[in-house]
């Protein structure tokens, strides 16, 4: 095995994706003696928006041994406790998908089995109220989870808004430190072992070759080493996701910084808010088959909570997924890989765990076509939950409007058929495998978005009327107690993290 371990990794792209890639690389290989080495070009530069994350990434900066504080700092990161969807079932609705559990079990009953028979009895308050997360984020609140056992504060479940260069310039920091090279220069060309056609080489525009063992494609949508040099081939998924565009501005921030991210929805698509230390971005999601980027434009520009800090800046794409995220020699991370769009704040959450299936299954120069397959499976699992994730909540809407029309008849998967007619059936959610968002998630998207299971589980009446009322109350009374003593979000910041 150690004579054919691999002995240098070649990345190509400095975005999120390449840099995450280089300090996972950079810590977790410490011991194996491989040569890290990253390619970038500031002449092609970066896609440079991204800035709500999801839980993981907290683990992320952990296993780094980072300082969540001094990243904070760095990045003008606030904090996240979910995200805010107004607008989404009907004009003027409001409803909120918080992370972390909600409520407490009795027995074996879970919190929201017996909490859906009440609400479907007009018994129980919203959801919402019973979420210490979705409670703090409504009154501008937030602190980390303390030592305080059987109340809510234990299990506060928060991710970052954060600016996504910096973030990116942080990782580089702290990679280079533990000798990750970074070469400025932009890849002219891929070259293919003709024996095997797995990649041998790049070669960069001052006509310097570099080889590897292993090579990373961060190279952004394009795929400059899966797709253009490997043909891998790419699924178009835009027949679930239609939106194929977005533009991306920051502007000034006029109010504290919320602990949400909000998503409002919009005649075309969506807009996005999301707070940082100092601005606030925005950004609005559209699809072009439906308004045009001048509207979309002033659609956005019209709802902005401070002056604009540059022009707009405009993306396209394509939501789908490459082929094989794993082709080879060669792992694509990041938007090399494919793309969801960002409703649920996926993508570096998809690059981690890209890196961390990778470290799972690191090859040697054998490259076991067993593992390769595995990997690529995990990864179209993942994505494919995700994406259904997402049709969920445009699919499920009574949004006057074509484009709202046209998501109502968008064709299902039949992974999110299942979900939608179990939880239509008795309430029932169940998480399969590794996919990302856990039963709670699920739930607060299916409510939020008006879809009313026909009864709740039937081992929901093993419980008497006494102990649901006496739980529901219990845990609306502490979540309410807990949220009162939090901090507000902006004192929290100035006290442990302000840039
Ligand atoms: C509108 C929008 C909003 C988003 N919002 C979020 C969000 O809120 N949360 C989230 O998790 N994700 C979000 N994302 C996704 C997120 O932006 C990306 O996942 C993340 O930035 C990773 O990008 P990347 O590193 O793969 O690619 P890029 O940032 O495009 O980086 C590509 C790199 O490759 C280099 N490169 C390319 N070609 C060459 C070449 N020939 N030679 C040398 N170098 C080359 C470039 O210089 C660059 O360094 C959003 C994406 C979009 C489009």
């Given at each position: 095995?150690?004579?054919?371990?691999?002995?240098?990794i070649v990345i190509v792209g400095g975005g999120t994706a390449g840099w995450m890639a280089a300090a996972s690389f950079a810590k977790h290989l410490e011991n194996m003696n491989v040569a890290v080495r990253l390619i970038e070009s500031d002449q092609i530069g970066t896609v440079g928006v991204g800035e709500a994350t999801i839980p993981p990434i907290i683990d992320f900066i952990r296993l780094l041994g980072l300082d969540e504080n001094d990243v904070i700092r760095k990045t003008g990161a606030t904090f996240k406790l979910g995200i805010g969807y107004r607008d989404w079932t009907k004009p003027g609705d409001f409803y909120?998908?918080?992370?972390g559990p909600t409520g407490f079990g009795i027995g074996p009953?879970?919190?929201?089995?017996?909490?859906?028979?009440?609400?479907?009895?007009?018994?129980?308050?919203?959801l919402e109220e019973y979420s210490i997360q979705s409670m703090a984020a409504a009154q501008g609140r937030f602190?980390?989870?303390?030592?305080?056992?059987?109340?809510?504060?234990?299990?506060?479940?928060?991710?970052?808004?954060?600016?996504?260069?910096?973030?990116?310039?942080?990782?580089?920091?702290?990679?280079?430190?533990?000798?990750?090279?970074?070469?400025?220069?932009?890849?002219?060309s891929v070259e293919l072992r003709g024996a095997d056609g797995f990649i041998a080489s790049v070669t960069l525009e001052t006509g310097e070759v570099v080889d590897g063992d292993l090579f990373i494609d961060c190279s952004g949508f394009r795929g400059l080493l899966i797709e253009d040099a490997l043909k891998t081939g790419y699924d178009d998924w835009t027949r679930w996701l239609p939106c194929d565009r977005a533009l991306a501005v920051p502007c000034e921030r006029a109010t504290p910084p919320q602990s949400f991210t909000q998503?409002?929805?919009r005649d075309a698509g969506w807009q996005w808010r999301i707070p940082l230390q100092h601005r606030t971005g925005n950004g609005h999601v559209y699809c072009s088959g439906f308004t045009d980027d001048d509207t979309a434009r002033r659609a956005l520009l019209a709802d902005l909570e401070g002056k604009p800090l540059v022009e707009p800046l405009a993306l396209r794409f394509t939501t789908g997924i490459r082929r094989k995220a794993w082709n080879k020699n060669c792992v694509a991370l990041g938007l090399a890989s494919g793309f969801l769009e960002p409703l649920e704040s996926t993508s570096i959450h998809l690059i981690q765990r890209g890196i961390a299936m990778l470290l799972k299954f690191f090859p040697d120069r054998d490259f076991e076509q067993a593992d390769i397959d595995?990997?690529?499976?995990?990864?179209?699992?993942?994505?494919?939950?995700?994406?259904?994730?997402?049709l969920l909540h445009y699919s499920q809407t009574a949004r006057p409007g074509a484009f709202w029309d046209h998501c109502r008849n968008l064709p299902m998967t039949d992974s999110l058929s299942e979900k939608i007619d179990l939880f239509k059936s008795r309430g029932r959610i169940l998480r399969e495998d590794t996919e990302l968002f856990p039963p709670g998630s699920w739930l607060y998207v299916m409510i939020g978005q008006?879809?009313?299971?026909?009864?709740?589980?039937?081992?929901?009446?093993?419980?008497?009327d006494q102990q649901i009322r006496t739980s529901l109350d219990d845990v609306r009374a502490v979540v309410r107690k807990c949220t009162d003593a939090m901090p507000m979000h902006q004192d929290f910041i100035d006290r442990n993290c302000r840039a």
């Open positions: 095995m150690s004579g054919k371990a691999i002995r240098s909120f998908h918080p992370f009953i879970s919190f929201p089995a017996y909490w859906l028979k009440y609400w479907l009895d007009g018994k129980a308050a919203r602190m980390r989870p303390v030592h305080a056992p059987n109340t809510p504060l234990n299990k506060i479940t928060y991710a970052l808004h954060f600016d996504a260069s910096l973030f990116a310039r942080y990782l580089r920091g702290f990679a280079e430190a533990r000798g990750v090279t970074r070469t400025e220069g932009k890849v002219r998503v409002t929805a595995r990997y690529n499976r995990i990864f179209e699992f993942e994505f494919g939950r995700v994406r259904d994730f997402l008006g879809i009313r299971p026909r009864g709740h589980e039937a081992t929901v009446d093993t419980l008497s």
